[in-house]
């Protein structure tokens, strides 16, 4: 984060293409096998002895960087399809069906709709976003509802208890930690759901065992972290001095704000099961980096603006 604080955001231009090519490159060699790892079917990780890197996170970050840039130098134009919507959708949907095929249709998503939402901010044509969006809805049914263990998914967020020991068991168990741990929680520490009941309880899961450890208290109190982080974010939004620092400022905000709600969403059972990590919280190497170094480009940007 102190790295990325003493550099000038602006500076990231002059490199937004080669990081996009070079986080395509890394994605594409995520997937051969013998050089990806592969874990519970998906091949999303580069390992190197004791460090995991998943390419996935730098290519968020580099997509949302070019789209800032993007919008910035062709503010003119922005609301022609071929010129101003088109190259960013292109763009994005390269990077999608990349992540698919890992495959990571949470990320794709999430990133999808970060995009749509700082497109939409720039002014391009609602009608280009809703075209977009109405071609995509077939081919985002047969991606959830052809996949088994997609299709099992959206059944046990419906109902966990048709299958308790099966595609249910995490939302029930993700419940149970929750509900167990009351106003005050179990104590720090003592959380029962992480030995070998709750999957993924350091990743995916780690809202409820804080709910469990923590008890109402504690999973409020990171709600309300949250929360402010997004107030806070507003306002570097709100006082950024250019186009390419406010663009900019918006997509990352809205990428961990969106991973945020998403996780905390899961472990409620208000939505179906997706990989995506607990900002600043869950356990893993290149989530949390490129977490840091958002909040680093975010203070960057703060440092420069014209504050009342």
């Known amino acids: 984060t102190f790295c990325v604080m003493t550099v000038d955001y602006k500076k990231f231009r002059k490199y937004t293409k080669p990081l996009i090519l070079v986080s395509l490159f890394l994605l594409v060699l995520v997937l051969i096998p013998g050089i990806g790892r592969e874990v519970s079917g998906a091949r999303r990780w580069f390992r190197f002895k004791f460090i995991s890197f998943q390419p996935s996170e730098l290519a968020s970050m580099a997509v949302i960087i070019y789209v800032a840039d993007f919008i910035a130098r062709k503010e003119g134009s922005i609301k022609q399809f071929l010129r101003g919507f088109l190259p960013p959708v292109c763009v994005l949907g390269v990077t999608a069906l990349l992540l698919l095929a890992q495959p990571d249709l949470g990320t794709a998503v999430a990133l999808g709709v970060v995009v749509f939402i700082m497109l939409f901010v720039a002014g391009v044509r609602v009608s280009y976003l809703l075209s977009i969006l109405l071609v995509s809805i077939p081919l985002f049914f047969i991606l959830i509802f052809n996949v088994p263990y997609r299709r099992m998914r959206i059944l046990a967020f419906l109902n966990p208890w048709l299958d308790p020991k099966g595609a249910g068991f995490q939302i029930i168990q993700s419940q149970v930690a929750l509900g167990s741990g009351g106003i005050f929680g179990v104590g720090l520490g003592h959380s029962r759901q992480k030995l070998f009941y709750l ?52 997509g990352l905000i809205l990428m961990i704000s969106l991973k945020a709600i998403i996780n905390i969403g899961v472990s409620c059972g208000l939505l179906p099961t997706k990989g995506l990590p607990l900002p600043f919280i869950s356990y893993g190497g290149s989530s949390f980096i490129i977490d840091m170094v958002s909040v680093g480009i975010l203070i960057n940007i703060a440092r420069t603006g014209e504050y009342p």
């Open 199 to 250: 999957p993924a309880a350091h990743t995916d899961f780690i809202f409820s065992i804080i709910g469990e450890e923590l008890g109402l208290l504690g999973t409020l109190g990171i709600i309300i972290l949250f929360m402010i982080f997004i107030q806070q974010g507003l306002k570097i939004i709100k006082y950024s001095t250019d186009k390419f620092g406010y663009f900019l400022a918006l």
